[in-house]
Structure formats: structure tokens, C-alpha cells
């Protein structure tokens, strides 16, 4: 009996420890696939699966995932936040179904944690530069822009705007947004130290851009142009809408990928196959993403 | 019916079990959390004078651009400025809360003070950040100077949330004297505030630096409500009206965007584990003070 109870002890605490590592864990999907499901999206399969990662995916997949379930009543998909680099590691171990980044796997994972991931790119979501309400100035050009980020620049009167300090305020390093925006509006440049207030989160930006002063910093574009209490700065005169992006005028914007570790099954299938088809579109432009197929320019990891 | 013999034995070892199973819980946190933290030592190559001493934070960097830069100093020296101080501020407010609970106003004081104190612990850490984002970050941005987010409105906050953690300890360690040593103070012909002065705080100064140790140990541990207003700028503390950084906020800010088994992640782990030696450090200064304490009696 004694070492029965302790036996039970060191098991519940093992499994603790292991869930620790896990950080998270997450039911495997137990679907019956269909003969013949391979065109258009089956809605007669049955099962759960998880989906976690990308903070700016999650509100699309959310809704898509509530009208996928509306139509096939025994599919249960869960999808949660935790950020893009959580997305992917977890697929990477496989202990998620579909793994949400906004970056490439080959951008956060190293080539053989990546091995054997399948890419499928839903959306495309563009980023604005956005300063407080205050702010006189309403274009910069990416010299300018990348200045700023550089602290070369700390007075708005330096790129025409009134005599007020640049407040710059970031994304945290391992940030996807920071790293499409350090990638394609500071040309990779690496911002400077120490000059930037840090916030980690959309939500958190925005509210610290409205809040102070002469402050800067960037949003995903299907957020600031949502929110009235920051604004949008032209890029080089581009102003940053959907449609500038999607012929290629304005270059800050990333895909939104939804990784399966090999070849999708089943209700990871038919899910991923839905949020690639006809019903979801209006729901991306809904939004504020962008459907993929309308874009006019396309680019690789 | 079950037999006296019995049951004492099912009591006996149900606790036993439960002692056990913390025990191991317990263990294997600081396990894994040693081997997670050593790690960007011993696998990643990374030298202690590195993490400890250089203040240059991309640890994403590859290593053709110089990376990975894993310099923890702004962290740690940010996570001791706001903790000291908070506790700078906390500390006088709060054994003075506890000279007026112990010994000036047992009545009616401390029936309106004792639950006061009770509900300041039960507001949880978010709702003070919220607060401090709302109100006192504008307030320092309006009407001291900066921009607001800064070491001082950092300090402030946790200033009100280690409080009551002083202000409760120090009261108990104070009603813990003996009544007849304040007797005796009172006999000779001294005044009530010179025996509160000399006889009663010093005799309850181990409980005193026991609810200091322990406010100060919560200080660094908390996270959140600091994150909220302390502005999150990777820099060394080097003004109170600056935006700085912690090694809590680094934790709950980059976790989720950063990979197992890679160089941010591990660093972050690193972190964690210095966070964990704190808290022992502080845990042993407790004891080391009660065993003073002891000791004297």
C-alpha cells in the first residue's frame, strides 16, 4: 500500500513535469476520412483538432473555424493564440493539428525542426506605420522611416513635423510583426537599443501609441485601420491600403501561414482546405487580410 | 467500522503521499528549470561574462551578424532598481503602518487598517497595472517629466503591492513581543514613544527584515502589473524618469514568440533560473534572520 501511494505520487508529478515540457498539450484528431472528399471541402467528417500560434491569424481562424463547425456538426476545432513562435514549435513537435505563423518555419526553426512541415498560406495581412492622433507628419519616406527606427532621427521637426521627441515603441525581438517590419520597411536594419519602449502586443501598441505623445510604432493594417485612435503614415507617398498591397506599390506585409506536420488528414484537411475556398474570402476582406489570390506579387522564404 | 489502527495508518500515509508528491513537484520544477537554464552555457557556448555583463539584447541574432546577443545586465540591474526602489518607498510607509497597528491604535485603528490591508492584497496585479497605465502614467508624463512609462511609476506600483506584505508581517512581529518588556520600558520612566522607538521596534526587527526580505522577493518575482508601465526599453537604469526593463517582463514578453531548443528560448530560461536563485538567496536570508532571531530569545 505504502509504495503503491507513492508510486501514484511520483507518476501525477511526472506527468506535471512532462505537461511543463510539453508547454501545452493538445488531443490528437480522431477523424474517419471519406473515399472521394478530395475536391471541394468535406463536411462529413468527424473529429477535433487544435490549432494554436499567430496572435494576428487567431481572430480569422476563430470565425472561420465557428462557420466550419456550423456546417459539420461533429467536427470540433479549438484555436488558441501563444504567438507565432509557439505555433510552430508545437507543430514542429507535433503536439498541435495546424501550427499559425506569420513567418516562414524556416524564419523561427532551424532546417531540421522544419523538416516535414507543409505550408499553407491562407491570407496576407499588410502592416502600417502608425503614430499618435498629435502628430503633424503624414508621410515618411523609408529613408526617414529607418531613421527613426535607428535613432538617427528623435525629433518629429526633422522629418517636417513640430518640435516634439520621437517616442519609438516596439514589438518584442522574437516578435513576427516586428520581424516583417524590420525586414521590409527597415531593409533589415537593426534598430538601436534602448531608444524604444517595448509593448508586447497589438492591443498593447495601440493604446500606448494613443496614449503618448509623439509616438511611433507599426500594426498589422487589418487592426490600425480599424482604430481610430492611431494614425496611418503614407510610406514613401504609398498609402498603406489593401489595394496598394496587392499590386505590389507598398511593400510592408507578410503571409499568414497555417503549417501541418506532412500531408493534412482528415478534419485538418477539410479545415484547411475551407479556409483556402470560396466561403472564407469575405470573411478576409471582412476583416482586413487580404485573399491570397488576389495578390499581384508574390514572394518566397 | 474501520478500526482506530486503521484509520491512523490511512491518515499517516495520506499525508505522507501528499508530502511526497509536493516534494517531487517541487524538485523536478527546479530540475528542469537548472537544466533548461544551464543550457545556454554548456550547449550554446554562451560565457557568464556575456550574460552577466555585456547589455546588448538580440539573442535571434545569426552569427554572421556577430550573434547571438544574450546580454542579460539591463535586466537584472533593471529588476534590482524598481525592487529597491519600490521597497525605498514601501518600507517606512509600511512599519509605520505596523507601529500604528501594534502599539498606538489597537482599537478602532486597526479595525478599519487590518481589513484595508487584507483587500489591497486580494486586487490582483493586472488591475494595478491598469491603474498605473491610466492614471499614473499620464500623471508623471503630465506633470513630473518623460514619458511616462518609467522606473519611478514601476517603483510606485509595486510599492503599493509589496506594502501590505510589510505592513501585515511587521504588525505580527510587533504584537509578537512580550507585553512586560514594554512594561518595564514604561516603569523606568520612559515615554511611550521612546519604548515604541527603542525597546519595541528593535526588539521585532528580525520580523521587521523578515517582511522586507519577503516584500522584496515579491518585487522582483512580480511581473505583469511592472511590465504595464515601466516602458520595457532594453537599457541600463540610469534615470528614474526612463523607460527600462525586467527580468520578469523579458520572460512573459518574448516566451511566446520564441522556439524550444533554440538560443532566445534558452536564454529566456536563463533568466528564469537567475529568478529561482534570487528567490533562494532571499529564502536563506529569512532563515538566517529567524535563526538570529531565535537564537536571542
Same mark, same amino acid.
Given at each position: 500500500?505504502?509504495?503503491?501511494?507513492?508510486?501514484?505520487?511520483l507518476a501525477?508529478?511526472?506527468?506535471?513535469?512532462? #505537461?511543463?515540457?510539453?508547454t501545452?498539450?493538445?488531443?490528437?484528431?480522431?477523424?474517419?476520412?471519406?473515399p472521394?472528399?478530395?475536391?471541394?471541402?468535406d463536411?462529413?467528417?468527424?473529429?477535433?483538432?487544435?490549432?494554436?500560434?499567430?496572435?494576428?491569424?487567431?481572430p480569422?481562424?476563430?470565425?472561420a473555424a465557428?462557420?466550419?463547425?456550423?456546417?459539420?456538426s461533429?467536427?470540433?476545432?479549438?484555436?488558441?493564440?501563444? +504567438?507565432?513562435?509557439t505555433?510552430?514549435?508545437?507543430i514542429?513537435?507535433?503536439?498541435?493539428?495546424?501550427?499559425?505563423?506569420?513567418?516562414?518555419a524556416?524564419?523561427?526553426?532551424?532546417?531540421?525542426?522544419?523538416?516535414?512541415?507543409?505550408?499553407?498560406k491562407?491570407?496576407?495581412?499588410? $502592416?502600417a506605420?502608425?503614430?499618435?492622433?498629435?502628430?503633424?507628419?503624414?508621410?515618411l519616406?523609408?529613408?526617414q522611416?529607418?531613421?527613426?527606427f535607428?535613432?538617427?532621427?528623435?525629433?518629429?521637426?526633422?522629418? +517636417?513635423?513640430?518640435?516634439q521627441?520621437?517616442?519609438?515603441i516596439n @514589438?518584442?525581438?522574437?516578435?513576427?510583426?516586428? =520581424?516583417?517590419?524590420k525586414?521590409?520597411?527597415?531593409?533589415?536594419?537593426?534598430?538601436?537599443?534602448?531608444?524604444?519602449?517595448?509593448q508586447?502586443?497589438?492591443?498593447?501598441?495601440a493604446?500606448?501609441v494613443?496614449?503618448?505623445p509623439?509616438?511611433?510604432?507599426?500594426?498589422?493594417?487589418?487592426?490600425?485601420?480599424?482604430?481610430?485612435?492611431?494614425?496611418? /503614415?503614407?510610406?514613401?507617398g504609398?498609402d498603406?491600403?489593401?489595394?496598394?498591397?496587392t499590386?505590389?506599390?507598398?511593400?510592408?506585409?507578410?503571409?499568414?501561414?497555417?503549417?501541418?506536420?506532412?500531408?493534412?488528414?482528415?478534419?485538418?484537411?477539410a479545415?484547411?482546405?475551407?479556409?483556402?475556398g470560396?466561403?472564407?474570402?469575405?470573411l478576409?476582406?471582412?476583416?482586413?487580410?487580404?485573399?491570397?489570390?488576389?495578390?499581384?506579387?508574390?514572394?518566397?522564404? | 467500522?474501520?478500526s482506530?489502527?486503521?484509520?491512523?495508518?490511512?491518515?499517516?500515509?495520506t499525508?505522507?503521499?501528499?508530502?511526497? !508528491?509536493?516534494?517531487?513537484?517541487?524538485?523536478?520544477?527546479? /530540475?528542469l528549470?537548472?537544466?533548461?537554464?544551464?543550457?545556454?552555457?554548456t @550547449?550554446?557556448?554562451?560565457?557568464?561574462?556575456?550574460f552577466? /555583463?555585456?547589455?546588448?539584447?538580440?539573442?535571434?541574432?545569426?552569427?554572421?551578424?556577430?550573434?547571438?546577443?544574450?546580454?542579460?545586465?539591463?535586466?537584472i540591474?533593471? #529588476?534590482?532598481a524598481?525592487?529597491?526602489?519600490?521597497?525605498? &518607498? #514601501? =518600507?517606512?510607509?509600511?512599519?509605520?503602518?505596523?507601529?500604528?497597528?501594534a502599539?498606538?491604535?489597537?482599537?478602532?485603528?486597526?479595525?478599519?487598517?487590518?481589513?484595508v490591508i487584507?483587500?489591497?492584497?486580494?486586487?490582483? #496585479?493586472?488591475?494595478?497595472?491598469?491603474?498605473?497605465?491610466?492614471?499614473l502614467?499620464?500623471?508623471?508624463?503630465?506633470?513630473?517629466?518623460?514619458?511616462? &512609462?518609467? !522606473?519611478?511609476?514601476?517603483?510606485?506600483?509595486l510599492?503599493?503591492?509589496?506594502?501590505?506584505?510589510?505592513?501585515?508581517?511587521s504588525?505580527?512581529?510587533? @504584537?509578537?513581543?512580550?507585553?512586560?518588556?514594554?512594561?518595564?520600558?514604561?516603569?523606568?520612566g520612559?515615554?511611550?514613544?521612546?519604548?515604541i522607538?527603542?525597546?519595541?521596534?528593535?526588539? =521585532?526587527m528580525?520580523?521587521?527584515?523578515?517582511?522586507?526580505?519577503?516584500?522584496?522577493s515579491?518585487? &522582483?518575482?512580480?511581473?505583469?502589473?511592472?511590465q504595464?508601465?515601466?516602458?520595457?526599453?532594453?537599457?541600463?537604469?540610469?534615470?528614474l524618469l526612463?523607460?527600462?526593463?525586467?527580468?520578469?517582463?523579458?520572460?512573459?514578453?518574448?516566451m511566446?514568440d520564441?522556439?524550444?531548443?533554440?538560443?532566445?528560448?534558452?536564454v529566456?530560461?536563463?533568466?528564469? $533560473?537567475?529568478?529561482?536563485?534570487?528567490?533562494?538567496?532571499?529564502i536563506?536570508?529569512?532563515?538566517?534572520?529567524?535563526?538570529?532571531?531565535? =537564537?536571542?530569545?
Amino acid at each position: 500500500m505504502f509504495s503503491g501511494r507513492r508510486g501514484l505520487g511520483l507518476a501525477l508529478s511526472v506527468v506535471l513535469a512532462g #505537461s511543463i515540457l510539453l508547454t501545452g498539450c493538445a488531443s490528437k484528431s480522431q477523424t474517419s476520412p471519406t473515399p472521394g472528399s478530395s475536391s471541394g471541402v468535406d463536411f462529413t467528417v468527424s473529429g477535433s483538432i487544435t490549432t494554436a500560434g499567430s496572435s494576428a491569424l487567431q481572430p480569422l481562424v476563430e470565425q472561420a473555424a465557428n462557420q466550419f463547425m456550423q456546417k459539420d456538426s461533429n467536427a470540433k476545432i479549438s484555436v488558441q493564440a501563444g +504567438g507565432s513562435g509557439t505555433g510552430l514549435a508545437q507543430i514542429a513537435q507535433g503536439s498541435i493539428d495546424i501550427g499559425n505563423s506569420d513567418l516562414f518555419a524556416g524564419e523561427k526553426l532551424t532546417s531540421a525542426q522544419a523538416a516535414g512541415l507543409v505550408d499553407h498560406k491562407v491570407c496576407v495581412v499588410g $502592416f502600417a506605420t502608425v503614430v499618435n492622433p498629435g502628430v503633424t507628419v503624414d508621410n515618411l519616406t523609408k529613408q526617414q522611416l529607418q531613421q527613426i527606427f535607428t535613432g538617427k532621427i528623435t525629433n518629429w521637426k526633422d522629418v +517636417g513635423g513640430s518640435d516634439q521627441q520621437i517616442t519609438v515603441i516596439n @514589438r518584442p525581438t522574437s516578435s513576427g510583426t516586428r =520581424a516583417t517590419f524590420k525586414k521590409y520597411a527597415l531593409d533589415g536594419l537593426e534598430e538601436a537599443q534602448g531608444i524604444a519602449l517595448t509593448q508586447d502586443s497589438t492591443g498593447a501598441v495601440a493604446k500606448t501609441v494613443a496614449g503618448t505623445p509623439g509616438s511611433i510604432s507599426y500594426l498589422a493594417l487589418s487592426y490600425a485601420s480599424s482604430n481610430n485612435t492611431v494614425k496611418m /503614415l503614407k510610406l514613401d507617398g504609398v498609402d498603406p491600403t489593401n489595394d496598394n498591397i496587392t499590386s505590389g506599390k507598398y511593400p510592408i506585409w507578410s503571409y499568414e501561414h497555417m503549417y501541418t506536420k506532412g500531408d493534412p488528414q482528415g478534419l485538418t484537411k477539410a479545415f484547411i482546405d475551407y479556409m483556402a475556398g470560396d466561403e472564407v474570402k469575405p470573411l478576409i476582406q471582412q476583416l482586413g487580410y487580404i485573399v491570397g489570390s488576389d495578390m499581384k506579387v508574390s514572394r518566397n522564404s | 467500522m474501520v478500526s482506530v489502527d486503521v484509520s491512523n495508518k490511512i491518515g499517516k500515509y495520506t499525508t505522507f503521499a501528499c508530502a511526497i !508528491l509536493i516534494i517531487t513537484i517541487t524538485m523536478s520544477i527546479i /530540475l528542469l528549470i537548472t537544466y533548461k537554464g544551464l543550457a545556454i552555457f554548456t @550547449r550554446d557556448g554562451v560565457s557568464l561574462k556575456n550574460f552577466f /555583463l555585456t547589455t546588448k539584447w538580440n539573442p535571434d541574432a545569426t552569427p554572421a551578424e556577430g550573434g547571438p546577443f544574450v546580454g542579460a545586465a539591463p535586466f537584472i540591474a533593471g #529588476s534590482v532598481a524598481v525592487s529597491l526602489l519600490a521597497l525605498l &518607498f #514601501s =518600507a517606512p510607509l509600511g512599519i509605520g503602518i505596523a507601529i500604528f497597528m501594534a502599539e498606538i491604535s489597537t482599537g478602532w485603528g486597526c479595525k478599519i487598517m487590518q481589513p484595508v490591508i487584507e483587500l489591497f492584497v486580494g486586487i490582483p #496585479s493586472v488591475v494595478y497595472g491598469w491603474i498605473g497605465i491610466s492614471v499614473l502614467v499620464p500623471f508623471i508624463r503630465n506633470h513630473i517629466g518623460g514619458m511616462g &512609462f518609467s !522606473l519611478l511609476a514601476g517603483a510606485i506600483v509595486l510599492a503599493v503591492m509589496i506594502l501590505p506584505t510589510i505592513a501585515s508581517v511587521s504588525t505580527d512581529s510587533l @504584537r509578537a513581543n512580550p507585553a512586560d518588556i514594554r512594561e518595564g520600558s514604561l516603569a523606568l520612566g520612559v515615554t511611550r514613544w521612546q519604548t515604541i522607538l527603542m525597546v519595541m521596534v528593535p526588539a =521585532a526587527m528580525p520580523g521587521i527584515l523578515t517582511a522586507i526580505v519577503l516584500a522584496l522577493s515579491r518585487a &522582483f518575482g512580480e511581473a505583469l502589473a511592472v511590465q504595464m508601465v515601466i516602458g520595457n526599453a532594453i537599457r541600463m537604469p540610469t534615470s528614474l524618469l526612463g523607460p527600462m526593463h525586467t527580468m520578469t517582463s523579458i520572460i512573459t514578453m518574448e516566451m511566446s514568440d520564441t522556439v524550444m531548443g533554440t538560443v532566445s528560448n534558452d536564454v529566456l530560461w536563463t533568466i528564469a $533560473f537567475m529568478l529561482l536563485f534570487i528567490s533562494f538567496i532571499f529564502i536563506l536570508l529569512i532563515r538566517t534572520i529567524n535563526r538570529g532571531r531565535t =537564537a536571542m530569545r
